[in-house]
């Protein structure tokens, strides 16, 4: 033990002219005074007094002790250490005798006896002390909770958006010390839906009012900028001013639009939401820096598409980093692959928790918060895309010419004018050209996947390759006079090209795949006038 | 679609040698492409050079580097270009990409050799298309 010793012990202050009483009655002399004595760990008196002495006159002892002289200075002259099983839990400090005799043989025999009585009840009082000092402990700590509680929950949805051809499902279980989840769901314009999931470092009431300011500017910016990755680094900049030293946020922020199943999304440090789709289930990968660390920080938007029948399940720490007795993490693979055992909402909700129950065992005190929040595309929304031709082609030199033919074919029967269907044409020639020569490098075995669905109002053709997810780049514009002056190369137009071709131009994907999504407007939108006359 | 492989022929109009083009331009279409623009400026006699793409059918984003390498060479050698038997698709894409605005762009044969003709020649190819329009 480093720390010093403090010794609380009942003394009577030494008044040499007053009648001698006797040792026994420096204990009942009133008031008693209260005086504190400290003894360093190493100091010598603290060992003679433990070793089980009995009333130790001060003036025979020669030790080399701070605390001896100490005492000697204020004038005990008796000590009666009281110990209890063995260990050493007070002092009995006497002054000099009234009398301004030496204490007898009697006496000593006297506080001998006191102490040996007096020991288990200073230990029995001492304990029930401790014990109430605890219970107070405890109950500032639950009230702490109490309030900590109260603010998360006032910030935490009271309903969940009711989206026409959607299912919404969240689950919050905060840990018994409360640490700083959050989840929200924000109405944007044109029936857009802003999905928060969020974390802040810390517990207890310091992270719910962390949460709850980001919770609050989110909400802002948010409505203000839309863009999930303009909105993070937004968020970030005005948090820097308000973030206590050693907090901070992650967030996944996602903008959902229900009628088209597209969703795009940024990421501050946050976990990544699973994907289930017909071919299983992967992570959507975009990464960026927790929010109110550091200035500055940008956060790239990714876009993915949920299909009839996917779901997509945001979560925080508390159910993948949960652990099993033997200290085993629950673990983001398990997760992954649980996500793919159900369609989504809460049945997936109750198979994840009823999982985390017999991984962790009985008795169980949960770690962290936990918080799920799954999206999950039922297919009753009116407007559901229509597949009209799924296929895959080789990725060989020249293999755009075959889907461009059978893209042309499957959307024959819409309302596309010749125009029009040009334009998707080229766009998908030279997007089927990019997927095979820049995401597949050329490799004949890895093949290029073509998609054609059609909804009310407009066509999408989505071409995936297995490159990976990647932006689109955001290359400068084709100059045809430097290409002519021989400083540009003469290529380079394919994705000029695909963008004045098409209505709508986005990407999606995971590790693997990187799919370009060409989306043509049944019925115009402006874009039929040349940009070049 | 089929792969169409490209095919060139040169022929003479009025001084202005015409480059009937069939098939599909990509990146294939460069060597006969190149082989045909040999041909008809060897003699050193061409007024301009127009290029027929009244029988083409597909042209993608090779293509169009093709058709900047071709041009490019035209402009160091002070000879004209000029195009017609564009459909309206193509024609978009010549504006997009400013192709037309080197390129003059006609919608026939006729007002094409017109336009290429010596008189014009040198009027760059934003008055040539603007004749042919």
């Given amino acids: ?533 | 679609m089929t792969v169409s492989e490209t095919r060139v022929s040169v022929r003479r109009r009025d001084g202005v040698a015409v480059l009937d083009i069939v098939g599909d331009i990509d990146r294939d279409a460069d060597e006969p492409l190149q082989h045909a623009y040999d041909q008809a400026v060897a003699p050193g006699d061409a007024s301009g050079v127009l290029l027929n793409f009244g029988k083409v059918g597909y042209i993608n984003s090779t293509g169009i580097a093709v058709i900047v390498g071709l041009l490019a060479r035209a402009r160091k050698e002070r000879l004209a270009i000029s195009a017609y038997g564009l459909t309206e698709h193509y024609r978009h894409i010549f504006g997009i990409t400013r192709l037309s605005d080197f390129i003059g762009i006609y919608g026939d044969e006729d007002s094409a050799v017109v336009g290429a003709s010596p008189a014009d020649a040198g009027g760059g190819a934003r008055a040539a298309r603007g004749g042919g329009e």
């Fill in chain 1, 1 to 533: 033990m480093s720390t010093r010793k403090r010794w609380s012990s009942w003394r009577r202050a030494p008044r040499p002219d007053a009648a001698d009483r006797g040792a026994a009655e420096a204990l009942e002399g009133a008031p008693a005074a209260m005086a504190e004595l400290d003894i360093a760990p190493n100091d010598p008196l603290l060992g003679y007094f433990s070793s089980g002495h009995a009333t130790v006159d001060l003036d025979a002892l020669e030790l080399d002790s701070p605390a001896l002289a100490a005492l000697r200075a204020e004038g005990t002259r008796m000590v009666v250490p009281l110990i209890s099983q063995g260990e050493l839990i007070g002092l009995l400090r006497l002054g000099p005798r009234r009398s301004e005799q030496e204490y007898s043989h009697d006496d000593r025999k006297l506080l001998d006896d006191l102490a040996a009585h007096a020991a288990p009840a200073v230990r029995v009082a001492q304990l029930v002390r401790q014990q109430q000092a605890e219970i107070r402990d405890r109950e500032r700590m639950e009230q702490e909770i109490k309030v900590a509680q109260l603010i998360q929950q006032q910030f935490l949805p009271h309903e969940l958006p009711d989206l026409p051809g959607w299912h919404v499902a969240a689950f919050y279980r905060p840990a018994r010390s409360v640490g700083g989840d959050f989840y929200d769901f924000i109405h944007l314009p044109d029936g857009q839906v802003g999905v928060v999931v969020g974390d802040v470092t810390d517990k207890g009431v310091p992270a719910a009012l962390v949460m709850a300011t980001t919770h609050a500017i989110l909400r802002v910016e948010a409505l203000r900028l839309v863009a999930p990755g303009e909105v993070l680094r937004r968020v970030n900049q005005l948090l820097l001013d308000e973030m206590p030293p050693n907090m901070f946020v992650t967030c996944l922020y996602a903008v959902l639009d229900p009628a088209s199943g597209r969703l795009r999304f940024a990421n501050a440090g946050h976990n990544l939401p699973n994907l289930h789709h017909q071919d299983g289930v992967t992570e959507l990968r975009a990464t960026g820096m927790p929010l109110g660390l550091l200035p500055d920080m940008e956060y790239d938007e990714h876009t993915a598409t949920l299909a009839p029948g996917n779901s997509l399940l945001l979560h925080s720490d508390g159910l993948a980093e949960a652990h099993s007795p033997d200290g085993e993490m629950f673990g983001f693979p398990r997760l992954a692959k649980l996500c793919g055992e159900r369609d989504g909402g809460e049945e997936l909700i109750d198979l994840l928790l009823g999982e985390l129950a017999s991984f962790t065992g009985p008795g169980w005190e949960q770690e962290d918060d936990i918080t799920l929040v799954s999206l999950q595309r039922t297919g009753g929304g009116g407007d559901e895309p229509r597949v009209l031709d799924e296929f895959e082609v080789p990725s060989e030199v020249g293999a755009e010419r075959g889907p461009v033919e059978r893209v042309v074919r499957a959307v024959s029967g819409l309302d596309l004018d010749a125009v029009r269907l040009e334009k998707l044409r080229t766009a998908v020639a030279e997007t089927v050209m990019n997927a095979v020569e820049h995401g597949n490098k050329g490799q004949p075995e890895l093949p290029v996947a073509i998609r054609v669905t059609a909804s009310a109002g407009s066509v999408e053709v989505a071409v995936t390759d297995q490159g990976g997810d990647q932006p689109i780049p955001e290359a400068p514009e084709p100059d045809l006079q430097a290409k002519l002056a021989g400083v540009e190369n003469p290529r380079g137009w394919g994705l000029f090209l695909i963008r004045n071709m098409v209505d709508e131009l986005r990407t999606s994907g995971d590790s693997l795949h990187h799919t370009v999504h060409l989306v043509m407007h049944l019925h115009g939108t402006g874009r039929e006038t040349d940009d070049g006359e």
